[in-house]
């Protein structure tokens, strides 16, 4: 008999998720992905100054923290067909860059590693053992002896105080663990260290953004942030070669650490690379243009369809109709008015709630569809679609990891296994290495540029009278974002987010179709149903965030909380 459970809230994302799952002989038969709150940050846009559109969205969500600015302000230049100076897009293409691998890493160890790592059982492992494992997979200073013993002591310190910290209420010593002792030592310790690699990730968004989190230096046309190589108070040399600096040891723990951590728990969980495909067509938009049109990108876009590298089509410039004409949302399953499939630009956002109902509404969240199907958005995306393009970086990366991963599991591992739940989590390492030579890339192009005179950094928007419609894109740490506005005489008409944990968290479509999240937990294990840390790994694995996904406000606009600061 099935039983079902419900996982809500689900922790460790960003925002309100409820999972539910129906288990018939420890596997998952059915499951429903149910988004919790609603914002309403589009609604707010309406009859405002599309300049200003940026510092509203951006407040999206306090995660992915630069990258809904980012995205509105090429909306708004993609709807008056403008091109931006040179500097602007290297600036942004650092910002961006220097985002995701801050992302990336605290998704990998602080949000979801302890899936995988039991810390209790590290306090068993052998410090020496520990050390020459961890040399065995890679080069990083880091993994000493001294240093293993230490947090082997820490633990235990943690263990016998009995507070436990960021380390309490985990699946501690559930059936599904399975790494040797040394494996979750050498994990933990790199869980500490990452906190402090992330770190350096946000000095570079705040060298380049003002501030972190939530930039200040975009605007539509450009960017705010003056430059003048001798000049103390403008971006110079001295900041520009800060931040060489700091991306240079960022590049290294990427590649040295938490790619090879990611590859070593891949291998040493290999019997779960046949789980967790789930939806397994894919959207990338393609990111860190070259040019001020947005004509050449150095990260790859397109789509793929069913897992099949030949059906790749790809994504070409800002201006693509094949992107542009074929995305659509649904929300035959949604808490809002009616029941319709439509182009953002023809969307309204009214809300309708009514309660859980799995065969009728049940999530905040549309269903983001294109040419009419769900779509698996995130780092996988992007590096199946710039793989099946034959982009030279992603290759380079995904043929390494894999090898890397098929030595530690002592077995040829195909390319198809990153079609599953640890493959979510090593294309997002894969992409974090790529990303960790591309920001240093884009950091050299900046300074060549201002080498050679050009100090430019805005091209002032005009408005004509009348409609426009522009859309604005970029992968977002968690995928394909888009951005679509309808503009009226110098006016925000229309404004739509159609997220990446939208299409990822997707509720079915008015033909049925499971998203994502959903399609991914079918036929997953589930050894305790008390206990369902095998929900978490699945959905996990896709960096959830619900805040973005559903852009505080309740529809009756009670008072939900009070609360007094002290
Ligand atoms: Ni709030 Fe976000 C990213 C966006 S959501 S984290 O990345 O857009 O998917
Ligand atoms: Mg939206």
Redesign the pocket.
Known sequence: MARKITVDPLTRI??HLRIDVEVERGKIRDAWASAQMWRGIEVILKGRDPKDAWAFTQR??G??TT??AI?SVRAVENALQMEIPLNAQYVRNIILAAHAMQ?HIVHFYQLSALDWVDVVSALKADPRKTASLAQSFSPWPGNSVTRFREIKEKIKALVESGQLGPFANGYWGHPAMKLPPEVNLLAVSHYLEALEYQYKADQVVALFGGKNPHIQTVVVGGVALAINPDNEATLNIERLMWAKELLLKLRDFVHQVYLIDVCAIGALYADWLRYGAGVTNYLAVPDMPLDSKGTRFDLPGGTIFNGDFSTVVPIKSFDDPYFRDNVAECITHSWYDGDWTRHPWEEETVPHYTDFQPNGKYSWSKAPRFKGKPMQVGPLAQVLVGYALGHEATKKWVDYAVDKVSKIAGTKVPLSALHSTPGRHLARAIRASILADLALKHLDLLVKNIGQGDLEIYTPPKFPKGVQKGVGFHE????T?SHWIVIEDGRIKNYQAV????W?VSPRDSAGNRGPYEASLIDNPVADPERPLEVLRTVHSF?P?I???VHVLNPQKQEIVRVKAL
């Not at 977002?476 to 995928?479: I, L, S, T, W």
């Not at 997220?499 to 939208?502: D, R, Y």
């Open positions: 960003e925002g999206i969500c995660v992915c990258v809904h995205t992302d977002a740490p968690r995928g974002l997220v990446p944990s939208t990822n960096d965030c805040a973005c996904a």
